[in-house]
Structure formats: C-alpha cells, structure tokens
C-alpha cells in the first residue's frame, strides 16, 4: 500500500485485522518481521499519532498536559505556548485548558487526544479510532474537524469502525482482515460500483422468467423482485413494459449503487 500525501485513508477492519499494528509500524513503535516502510520524500516525515486507548495523567490540566508534549516535541517557550494554544483552539477545546484532565468528559478526552495529535503542525496523522465510543453529535464534531484537517493538506490515516465517519472524511479506502489487505480503493470509485436498479411486481415472476431472460442472461429475477446490474440498468423500459403489457402492477423501482457496509461485508469474508 502507499499513502500518498494529501490523501485521507480510512483503515477499515474487524478487530484484530491488524489496524492498530499498522500505526504502531508507521509511528516506529514496532518493526516489521519483514518487508520495509519507507518515506517516498526525502526525510522521514513528522508524525502526530492518536491512539485508540487515551491513558492520560488525570491530575494535570489540559494546558499542562499539552505544554509537556510540545516539550517532548522540541518545542518549548513561548513557541510551546503558541503550538498548545493554536492545537486546542482548532479542535475547539480552548475554554478547557485549566480543567483537570481528571474532570473532563470522554468527548473532552477524544479531542484532548486529537490536541495532542496535531501539536506542532505534523504533515502526517494516525488517527485510531478518533471517534470511538461519543455519542451522535460528538462523532459528527469529529468529522468536522477531520475535515478541516484534510482541507489545511493534511495526510491522514483513519483507522475506525464508524462506516459513515469512513465515507464522509476519506479519500481512499482499504480493508484489512488477518494482517492483509483484502480490498483498495479511491472512495469515489467505491461508492460508484455496481449500479443496480430493483423493480418489485404484485405477484410471481415466474411466468415471465424465460422472457425477462431473454432480454438479458444476467437479470436477477426473484419471486417478486428483479434487479438490473451495471450495463443491464438501460433495459430498464423494455423491462417495464414487459411487466406492464403482462399485467403486473410495479410496486417500486428503487436505483442504487454498492454501499461501503456490502463492500467491507465482502471483504472480510
């Protein structure tokens, strides 16, 4: 796989694919058994890394806290002051910053962690799990400042559960199962595979199977419902006027296209 700068890639996977092992690899925490990881630019690019699991020192307060990781990134001073200020302000965390961590909600806590993530102005972030376990209006928060993220030319790994969050903020897709990539994507061409158009009928089909068939080998006809895929979709009216001619009444045509949930449920099977 490559990342390419610029891109937003969501890391798709069930538990144990190997999702969190991947970022611990890019952030230099593991080394590969084999293989190699290497920056396609000249240096090794700076990293900003959210982990999954928060552990935080609860009895520091939020600026506190975020001053000693600039420190820990060779930013001190007022340099320091200006990084922390500058991270909580974009994810709007600034009217907490002498709370105690210990007092903070999760939803606080996700958002001190994407703080952290961005002190210093990184060009890469891994995001593991950024908006695991908030409520409606917290994921969404989370999504907003993704995007702003990506929308400053940020390039970010996402690695989550949340398909929705997945479809809204990333650029490409992969899907991991068993420590292997099992699908790769850009996201506007996944969410554009496979149309499909279905037309249900008031009774049994059967009686016209062998004539929708020889409209087309590849119609998917059912009891009551026939599906139309891909190339298939402009057969749509003769179709119709088929059912129509042999009395059928049309319950409904519904139009679509593969989802990101029949993508990943394909993948990891």
């Not at 959210?50 to 060779?74: D, G, T």
């Not at 606080?108 to 908006?131: C, W, Y």
């Not at 016209?208 to 402009?234: A, M, V, Y």
Request: glycine share 8%; charged share 20%; with cysteine.
């Amino acid at each position: 796989m490559q990342i390419r700068q610029g891109d937003v890639l969501g890391v798709l996977g069930p538990n144990g694919a190997g999702k969190t092992t991947l970022f611990k690899l890019v952030a230099g925490f593991l080394f590969p058994d084999s293989g190699a990881i290497t920056a396609t630019t000249a240096g090794w690019p700076r990293i900003g890394y959210k982990p999954e699991r928060l552990l935080f020192p609860n009895h520091l307060k939020v600026q506190q806290y975020l001053e000693m990781m600039a420190n820990l990134s060779n930013i001190s001073g007022r340099s320091a002051q200006r990084a922390v200020a500058a991270s909580l302000n974009q994810v709007n965390l600034s009217y907490a910053a002498e709370k105690r961590i210990k007092d903070c909600s999760k939803g606080m806590r996700q958002r001190l962690g994407m703080a952290q993530a961005i002190i210093g102005n990184p060009p890469l972030l891994l995001l593991d799990e950024p908006s695991n376990g908030l409520d409606p209006e917290g994921q969404s928060e989370i999504c907003n400042q993704i995007k702003s993220l990506r929308d400053r030319g940020k390039t970010i790994v996402l690695a989550s559960h949340q398909l929705h969050e997945v479809t809204q903020v990333c650029t490409h897709l992969i899907i991991l199962n068993r420590g292997s990539i099992h699908y790769e994507n850009r996201m506007v061409d996944a969410l554009t595979m496979r149309p499909h158009t279905s037309i249900r009928v008031s009774k049994d089909l059967e009686p016209l199977r062998k004539l929708l068939s020889s409209l087309s080998p590849e119609l998917d006809i059912g009891l009551q419902e026939l599906t139309l895929n891909n190339e298939d979709i402009r057969l749509r009216r003769q179709v119709l006027r088929v059912l129509l001619s042999a009395g059928y009444d049309i319950v409904a045509v519904d139009q679509s296209r593969v989802t990101l949930a029949e993508i990943y449920s394909e993948a990891v099977q």
